[in-house]
């Protein structure tokens, strides 16, 4: 048993109670990013058009010291059409810390067991977005995550489509979609909702 696990538990939950989903909603909402920033209600109802994906959410992974929530990731997974077949794209989101246990390895752990999980549930290949340009670019990059390099689009809540440039990827099972994926030059369509 390693350092962190002694000091914190790393839950892995299919589903969360309802009690938990109030926990995690809060500790969403109130915890700041890495600029020390807290969504607007403005910026939130942004944020719930393009990021609508919680029913792709196959798993959560929440870290907690004593009975605190200090961490959380979701892990997703859902079908799409890619050159006229379908994949499983796996996915990670959510991916929090309590600002006061920050640089403590608990991102790190999580994305451990996320990308454990993912090999289990058999997912091709996985994408995530984030701030290539920050250090989450060279962390993500540790997990096998690239730059996509180029657009990625997904449909909002109201089923406008969006298009945005700070995409990653990593292989989980298919090598070779990986390669096809990161060599094609269309937009690559992620589906119902970015995460
Ligand atoms: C990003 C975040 C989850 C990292 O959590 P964490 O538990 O502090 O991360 P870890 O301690 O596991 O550190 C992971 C790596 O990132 C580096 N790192 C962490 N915070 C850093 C910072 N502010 N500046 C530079 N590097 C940083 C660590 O040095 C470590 O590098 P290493 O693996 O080479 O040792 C946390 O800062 C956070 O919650 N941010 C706000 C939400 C967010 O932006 N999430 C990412 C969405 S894509």
């Known amino acids: ?25 809060n500790f969403r909402t109130s915890v700041p990013d890495i600029n020390g920033k807290i969504r607007t209600p403005k910026e939130e109802i942004i944020h719930q058009e393009k990021f609508c994906s919680d029913s792709d959410i196959k ?3 929440l870290v907690f010291e004593k ?3 200090i ?14 077949r379908n994949i499983l794209l796996g996915g990670i989101g959510k991916v929090r810390v309590k ?4 640089g403590e390895g608990i991102a790190s752990a999580m994305m ?28 993500y990059k540790k997990y096998g995550f690239v730059p996509l390099n180029r657009p990625y689009t997904f449909l909002g809540k109201s089923r406008k489509r969006y298009s945005d440039t700070d995409g990653m990827i990593a292989q989980i099972t298919s090598k070779a ?4 994926i990161l060599t094609d030059s269309k937009p690559f369509d992620i589906g119902f909702g970015n995460w």
């Open 1 to 25: 048993m390693d350092k962190l696990h002694v000091k914190y538990s790393v839950d892995i939950l299919d589903e969360l109670t309802p009690t938990l989903r109030t926990i995690v909603s």
């Open 59 to 61: 798993l959560w992974i």
């Open 67 to 69: 009975n605190m929530l």
């Open 71 to 84: 961490g959380t990731t979701a892990v997703y997974a859902r079908s799409i059409k890619y050159n006229g």
């Open 99 to 102: 600002k006061e246990n920050r």
């Open 112 to 139: 451990e067991a996320a990308m454990d999980q993912m090999k289990k549930l058999k997912c091709d290949i996985a994408f995530l977005d984030t701030n290539i340009d920050s250090f989450l670019g060279k962390f």
């Open 177 to 180: 979609l990986f390669t096809e």
